[in-house]
């Protein structure tokens, strides 16, 4: 009889430890499959959702300002679960609860909407509910997960949380600038918010966009940023911002969100996150802000997280439809005109508001001369010159070139032969269709100056589309 007993109570042992590696390996499934092809999800996937117990993320902070020595962070995965592949982007948001609306579900949901079914394929959206009232905390993880939930199941949707715990005081902190008590405790937690939130994300992707929770996006706005992206090959950047409100739109590389969690940390309790982050950006030797119109990011609560006051600001520059943002292949520039100070021919081709080319009067046979990496096919040409503050200073009269088989010569790189698109009018040309008028991939595009002129010469921008048939 004892040996029975003993052999059933080994059976019941075995099942119930096998239950728990069943229920692994179902879920570990799960994800596989939703990993290789999300386009497919059961319905009773979707039911599944915010069931298992996924294991925590645990980062080491050190609060230098009280000496307080480490603080381990162990994130609760509220909904969602970080896929092993890196993405392209990461969009960051933290919520915390408002005391006249709620904009998160909205932002969500623009997040996706305004996205194409490739884009979504290199996006993970991370939501740091960040408020200590967990029965709200509780409420809109059901809300969202029940809207969201194909997002959560595909790892596009990640909502997490930093226990109170883990924050360092928020009590009796410095009253800079004169700030009301309640005004230095909100703007000191919502950096430590953005800090957590910022080391969560570090691996999760190449690239990290900063969002509030009461945003709006342009279509198609990661197609855009990457176009962007691209522009700046080569070159240093820290910061590339895609909105001028606060902290809303602002890029950074994915390696670089260790060290700007660590100093949102230190320095939590000294101003607020947007200045922060010109200083961050200033301290690793981006002297300029990088600011790029259209904006792909628009302010759209009207009821602001602090004691809910109204809140009205608008980005001016925000256009919803934001395809039209040129592509402007790698290249190298080049011109034979005076050049005033530090105006020199690169700021033509950047997409940065207020950069420009800037050229004493130049005369008969003078050019500018863009020559690109690697040959290419271009689809639309479109030549600004002059400003709002010096109209007089357009390209009154010009023509505009591309040409092929570039070669190095005793002046640089140039090419061999040149088609004419087209002339000047008005000081400016868009050409669309290049592809089709020339039939063959452009090397080289040159303005070129017909008739010399009394006036100083601003070329705004020039912006290039690649693609075609």
Same mark, same amino acid.
């Given at each position: 009889?004892?040996?029975?007993?003993?052999?059933?109570?080994?059976?019941?042992?075995?099942?119930?430890?096998?239950?728990?590696?069943?229920?692994?390996?179902?879920?570990?499934?799960?994800?596989?499959?939703?990993?290789?092809?999300?386009?497919?999800?059961?319905?009773?996937?979707?039911?599944?959702?915010?069931?298992?117990?996924?294991?925590?993320?645990?980062?080491?902070?050190?609060?230098?300002?009280?000496?307080?020595?480490?603080?381990?962070?162990?994130?609760?995965?509220?909904?969602?679960?970080?896929?092993?592949?890196?993405?392209?982007?990461?969009?960051?948001?933290?919520?915390?609860?408002?005391?006249?609306?709620?904009?998160?579900?909205?932002?969500?949901?623009?997040?996706?909407?305004?996205?194409?079914?490739?884009?979504?394929?290199?996006?993970?959206?991370?939501?740091?509910?960040?408020?200590?009232?967990?029965?709200?905390?509780?409420?809109?993880?059901?809300?969202?997960?029940? #809207?969201?939930?194909?997002?959560?199941?595909?790892?596009?949707? %990640?909502?997490?949380?930093?226990?109170?715990?883990?924050?360092?005081?928020?009590?009796?902190?410095?009253?800079?600038?004169?700030d009301p008590e309640d005004r230095v405790r909100f703007r000191s937690k919502q950096n430590v918010d953005y800090a957590f939130l910022l080391s969560f994300c570090s691996n999760l992707s190449h690239f990290y966009v900063m969002l509030e929770d009461d945003v709006?996006?342009?279509?198609?706005?990661?197609?855009?940023?990457?176009?962007?992206?691209? /522009?700046? #090959?080569?070159?240093?950047?820290?910061?590339?911002?895609? /909105?001028?409100?606060?902290?809303?739109?602002?890029?950074?590389?994915?390696?670089?969100?260790? #060290?700007?969690?660590?100093?949102?940390? %230190?320095?939590?309790?000294?101003?607020?996150?947007?200045?922060?982050?010109?200083?961050?950006?200033?301290?690793?030797?981006?002297?300029?802000?990088?600011?790029?119109?259209?904006?792909?990011?628009?302010?759209?609560?009207?009821?602001?997280?602090?004691?809910?006051?109204?809140?009205?600001?608008?980005?001016?520059?925000?256009?919803?439809?934001?395809?039209?943002?040129?592509?402007?292949?790698?290249?190298?520039?080049?011109?034979?005109?005076?050049?005033?100070?530090?105006?020199?021919?690169?700021?033509?081709?950047?997409?940065?508001?207020?950069?420009?080319?800037?050229?004493?009067?130049? +005369?008969?046979?003078?050019?500018?001369?863009?020559?690109?990496?690697?040959?290419?096919?271009?689809?639309?040409?479109?030549?600004?010159?002059?400003?709002?503050?010096?109209?007089?200073?357009?390209?009154?009269? +010009?023509?505009?070139?591309?040409?092929?088989?570039?070669?190095?010569?005793?002046?640089?790189?140039?090419?061999?032969?040149?088609?004419?698109?087209?002339?000047?009018?008005?000081?400016?040309?868009?050409?669309?269709?290049?592809?089709?008028?020339?039939?063959?991939?452009?090397?080289?595009?040159?303005?070129?100056?017909?008739?010399?002129?009394?006036?100083? %010469?601003?070329?705004?921008?020039?912006?290039?589309?690649?693609?075609?048939?």
């Open positions: 009889m004892r040996l029975w007993k003993s052999v059933d109570k080994m059976r019941c042992w075995r099942k119930r430890s096998l239950l728990p590696v069943l229920a692994f390996l179902a879920t570990s499934l799960l994800f596989f499959n939703v990993y290789m092809d999300d386009g497919y999800v059961r319905e009773a996937e979707k039911r599944r959702l915010g069931e298992a117990v996924h294991p925590p993320n645990v980062q080491t902070f050190r609060d230098v300002s009280n000496f307080s020595g480490s603080i381990n962070v162990t994130f609760r995965f509220l909904a969602g679960v970080p896929l092993p592949r890196k993405k392209f982007l990461t969009i960051g948001l933290s919520s915390v609860k408002r005391k006249r609306g709620n904009y998160l579900p909205e932002t969500i949901r623009s997040i996706f909407d305004q996205s194409s079914y490739e884009e979504l394929q290199e996006i993970v959206v991370v939501v740091h509910l960040a408020d200590f009232d967990l029965l709200w905390c509780q409420n809109l993880v059901q809300e969202l997960s029940r #809207r969201f939930s194909h997002h959560i199941v595909a790892g596009r949707l %990640l909502l997490i949380q930093a226990p109170e715990q883990f924050y360092p005081t928020l009590d009796g902190l410095k009253r800079n600038y004169d709006s996006c342009a279509r198609n706005f990661l197609s855009s940023l990457k176009k962007v992206v691209a /522009s700046r #090959r080569g070159t240093y950047w820290v910061t590339l911002e895609f /909105s001028k409100l606060g902290f809303i739109g602002k890029l950074y590389h994915g390696r670089d969100l260790p #060290r700007l969690a660590q100093f949102l940390l %230190l320095f939590y309790q000294e101003m607020p996150c947007d200045w922060l982050l010109v200083h961050f950006r200033g301290l690793l030797a981006q002297k300029d802000a990088l600011r790029f119109r259209p904006s792909l990011f628009q302010h759209m609560g009207y009821y602001s997280s602090y004691r809910g006051a109204e809140n009205k600001l608008k980005d001016d520059d925000f256009e919803e439809d934001a395809l039209d943002v040129p592509d402007n292949p790698p290249a190298s520039l080049s011109t034979n005109m005076d050049v005033f100070e530090r105006y020199d021919a690169a700021r033509a081709y950047s997409s940065i508001p207020d950069e420009y080319f800037w050229g004493k009067p130049p +005369g008969t046979g003078d050019f500018f001369l863009i020559v690109f990496n690697s040959s290419t096919r271009i689809s639309r040409i479109r030549v600004v010159t002059g400003s709002e503050e010096r109209r007089a200073d357009v390209l009154s009269h +010009g023509a505009l070139e591309v040409g092929r088989r570039a070669a190095e010569t005793r002046q640089g790189r140039q090419c061999a032969s040149y088609v004419t698109l087209g002339e000047f009018r008005v000081g400016r040309i868009d050409v669309a269709d290049v592809d089709h008028k020339v039939g063959f991939e452009v090397e080289c595009v040159r303005i070129v100056v017909t008739a010399g002129q009394s006036e100083w %010469l601003i070329i705004r921008t020039i912006s290039l589309w690649t693609g075609g048939a």
